[in-house]
Antibody
Framework: QVQLQESGPGLVKPSETLSLTCTVS????????WSWIRQPPGKGLEWFGYIYYTGTAAKYNPSLESRVTMSVDRSKNQFSLKLTSVTAADTAVYYC????????????WGKGTTVTVSS | QSALTQPASVTGSPGQSITISCTGTSSDVGGYNYVCWYQQNPGKAPKLLIY???NRPSGVSNRFSGSKSGNTASLTISGLQADDEADYYC???????????FGGGTKLTVL
């Protein structure tokens, strides 16, 4: 059974960089695509983008692209998200998820981690 | 890229059927069979209910079904149960740079 677990700081200061890691268990990261999604308090879902396990193919949401970097660490079966120059608007629950092959759905999700941007 | 349009709320009674709509454009919902639906209970991660318009992942009840007509996709829940009360989100592939877009979500209340 594939499981994903997000980890990272729960509090980030404005203008700093938010860094999160997703650990994949029950399956190898060397297949499929891996995504990040967030959900601000009381609001809907926002897709960040995906990255292929090779790390060479990535697609980002254009509204976030200038601040987002995703990467993969195959040795640790993990993938990561970095979001620069954060503001209070980046306060949200952040989810990692698996995107099977070339499909457009997310079939396995992590439980989510809350990140608050505040000084 | 605008989000897909869903009703903010839908209400039904136990045993009834309800339908949640998801309206997009020919660049997303209408142009591709890559619409999916998620169920999200309070404080929990979304759960995939339907993918590729009509397909159910293993383990998802056949009370949930999906369809599409033109630029509007629909999720139908039959035989409503109390634990169906949740938020439901549609999502689609889009030929714009956004690649994956979500609807704004629909809160289902089971009276």
């Amino acid at each position: 059974q594939v499981q994903l677990q997000e980890s990272g700081p729960g509090l980030v200061k404005p203008s700093e960089t938010l860094s999160l890691t997703c650990t994949v268990s029950g399956a190898s990261i060397t297949s499929d695509y891996w995504s990040w999604i967030r959900q601000p308090p009381g609001k809907g879902l926002e897709w960040f983008g995906y990255i292929y396990y090779t790390g060479t193919a990535a697609k980002y949401n254009p509204s976030l692209e200038s601040r987002v970097t995703m990467s993969v660490d195959r040795s640790k079966n993990q993938f990561s998200l970095k979001l620069t120059s954060v503001t209070a608007a980046d306060t949200a629950v952040y989810y990692c998820a698996r995107k099977p092959d070339a499909k457009a759905h997310l079939d396995v999700w992590g439980k989510g981690t809350t990140v608050t941007v505040s000084s | 890229q605008s989000a897909l349009t869903q009703p903010a709320s839908v209400t039904g009674s136990p045993g009834q059927s309800i339908t949640i709509s998801c309206t997009g454009t020919s660049s997303d919902v209408g142009g591709y069979n890559y619409v999916c639906w998620y169920q999200q209970n309070p404080g929990k991660a979304p759960k995939l209910l339907i993918y590729d318009v009509t397909n159910r992942p293993s383990g998802v009840s056949n009370r949930f079904s999906g369809s599409k007509s033109g630029n509007t996709a629909s999720l139908t829940i039959s035989g409503l149960q109390a634990d169906d009360e949740a938020d439901y989100y549609c999502s689609s592939y889009t030929s714009s740079d956004s690649y994956i877009i979500f609807g704004g979500g629909t809160k289902l209340t089971v009276l």
